[in-house]
Each structure stands twice: as structure tokens, then as C-alpha cells.
């Protein structure tokens, strides 16, 4: 929608560019010593906890390359789980295990693996290779995700999740970002994945993009991206805006998966949110700030959720 379009006409359109998300968004709602609650994945789980938001459990961490050999008595008498990095973005590093003996174990998107490769994984993980800045790192072990039977036929071999942009706590723009066998079975639009843009006050499809182009069906399933729609939208919007006390942030992405059993979880947040969510909903994100700019101060999580839900649709 965006490409080939002049700067004038972008700015007309709201589209909010790199540097001016940077300096006048991130420079002046994200103070710096905030960062690390939620570049640190361990920080998060336990400020979610604290303020009662729904994360996918803890089960352990390995914090030295001398108890990588351990990592099997963590998980021990489980049927699946999941490593990733403390400080990894962009999903790298993620590594989804839904059935393994001592020897073999079987990811999500179906590759086998030896204990060798995955006691290598971690010890990659240790060694900063997929961290933010390449510093060393933890490798945190959580429960699986089993998402909801809603989207069986809208992601390939991955559990999609849903991004929510905050902007001084009020949910500002939503997209639901689905697996591909491109992307690996991870839910990253960098790698391939599918982004739909949702509307903010009933999380209905608006259009769905991949590789930044129009599309209207999932590349590997062929469902229509259309009829998409999240259940539970609301618990979704809650669980976005408790991000905004929890964290301190004043303009933050929330990463929000639904799970079968356990209903809406908060992955992850986010102190610098990618800009590809306006191109999923075809609008873009400046105009909606500065609307949010005029919104009432104060208000509890649940009150600036029920104000958004209020709004009338031509505002959104």
C-alpha cells in the first residue's frame, strides 16, 4: 500500500517513520532504565506475576555453560516445553519441544533433533548468540503454548500471537501474526510470517499482509484471512494496557497469545515495536497517537480498555 508513495502523501496518511518513532515516541515515553524489565525475559515473568497478568510458566533457568549437561532434570517427567533467550527479540532462538525421550526430541514445526543439538542450542543461547547486542545470556525453559482450536487452519506448524501497540496505556493498533512454512513456523514477519491487522475495538480482520503485500488467504493453508477473528478480544486489550504500569513504558508492543486451556497469555513486551503494524491495517499510527494524546489521564487498565471499546467505529 505504502511503496512508491511520496513523503508529503505519507505524512498525510499518519504513517509514523523510523526517526520520528525514535525521538519523538520511544526518546520521550520510554525512559532508558526501563528497558531491561522487558528486554529481560525473567524481569517480565516476574512483573507480570506481580501485577496478575497471565504468563506462560516458568519451569527453569540455565545461567552456565557448565549446567547446560543438567538441562534434561529440568524438565523431567514433562511431555513438552519450550527454551528461549532472556534477552533474545524477534523470536531467535525460540525452541518449541512437543515430544522427546532422553536422545531425540521432536519441535513444533516437526525436525528432530538430537540431545547433542539441543544441548548445543543451549549453549548457543548461553553464549549470546541470538541476544540482544550478542551479550551473554540465560536460557529461560517454560511451558508450551497449546493455542486455541480458533486458529487450526490460520498458522502453519506455529502458535500466532497478537501484537497490541500502547501508547500511554491505551491499546492504539492490533495485528495478529500468523506462522508460515516460509517463516519457519515462527510467527516473525521478518521471516516470512503473515500479519493481519485487526480493528482495535472488535478484533475483526481489517486485510492481512506478507512480505509487506496484500493478501486474502494463508499461503500454506489457503483459509480465508478475512473471516478471522480473535475471541476473547477484550481480556486480549486488558492484558495489553496492565502492560503500561507493569512496565512504566508510555509507548510499548505487547505480544499476546491464546491459549487453549489458559485462555490469553502475555509473552513478551516489546520497548520498540516494529512499524509494519501499520501496513497491516492499512493505517497509519501517527494520527492515532496523537488521538490518544487527547484521552482522559488516570484511569485504570480496565477503564481505558472500556474507553476504547466505546468509541465509535469511523474513529477507528
Given at each position: ?59 527453569g533457568v540455565i545461567d552456565a555453560q ?9 524438565v523431567k517427567g514433562r511431555k513438552e ?236
Amino acid at each position: 500500500m505504502f511503496k512508491f508513495i511520496l513523503p508529503h502523501s505519507l505524512r498525510q496518511a499518519g504513517i509514523l517513520g523510523m526517526n520520528y518513532r525514535n525521538y519523538e515516541i520511544i526518546g520521550k515515553n520510554n525512559p532508558r532504565h526501563l528497558y531491561p524489565l522487558v528486554d529481560d525475559k525473567v524481569q517480565t515473568k516476574q512483573l507480570a506475576a506481580q501485577a496478575g497478568i497471565n504468563t506462560p510458566a516458568l519451569i527453569g533457568v540455565i545461567d552456565a555453560q557448565f549446567k547446560v549437561k543438567n538441562f534434561l532434570s529440568l524438565v523431567k517427567g514433562r511431555k513438552e516445553f519450550v527454551i528461549k533467550p532472556a534477552h533474545g527479540s524477534g523470536g531467535k532462538g525460540v525452541l518449541v519441544i512437543k515430544k522427546f525421550t532422553q536422545n531425540y526430541f521432536r519441535t513444533a514445526s516437526e525436525r528432530v533433533l538430537t540431545y547433542n543439538q539441543v544441548y548445543q542450542h543451549i549453549s548457543n543461547i548461553l553464549s549470546g548468540l541470538y541476544s540482544l547486542g550478542g551479550r551473554n545470556d540465560v536460557a529461560l525453559f517454560e511451558e508450551m503454548v497449546h493455542f486455541s482450536t480458533n486458529f487450526n487452519q490460520y498458522s502453519y506448524r506455529g502458535i500466532p500471537d497478537v501484537r497490541v501497540i500502547v501508547y500511554k496505556g491505551y491499546p492504539a493498533l492490533a495485528m495478529m501474526r500468523l506462522a508460515t512454512q516460509e517463516s519457519g513456523g515462527r510467527a516473525n514477519l521478518h521471516q516470512g510470517a503473515v500479519g493481519v491487522g485487526l480493528d482495535i475495538r472488535t478484533g475483526q480482520a481489517i486485510a492481512a499482509v506478507q512480505h509487506n503485500q496484500s493478501v486474502f488467504q494463508h499461503p500454506d493453508t489457503h483459509v480465508d484471512l478475512t473471516k478471522l477473528q480473535v475471541p476473547l478480544w477484550k481480556e486480549h486489550l486488558l492484558i495489553a494496557a496492565k502492560g503500561y504500569e507493569m512496565s512504566g513504558l508510555g509507548y510499548l508492543g505487547a505480544d499476546i497469545v491464546l491459549d487453549q486451556f489458559r485462555g490469553p497469555m502475555m509473552l513478551e513486551l516489546n520497548a520498540r515495536p516494529g512499524l509494519a503494524i501499520q501496513i497491516a491495517n492499512k493505517k497509519g499510527l501517527y494520527h492515532r497517537l496523537k488521538e490518544i494524546d487527547t484521552f482522559p489521564k488516570n484511569l485504570t487498565p480496565t477503564e481505558r480498555v472500556d474507553f476504547v471499546l466505546a468509541q465509535s467505529k469511523d474513529k477507528n
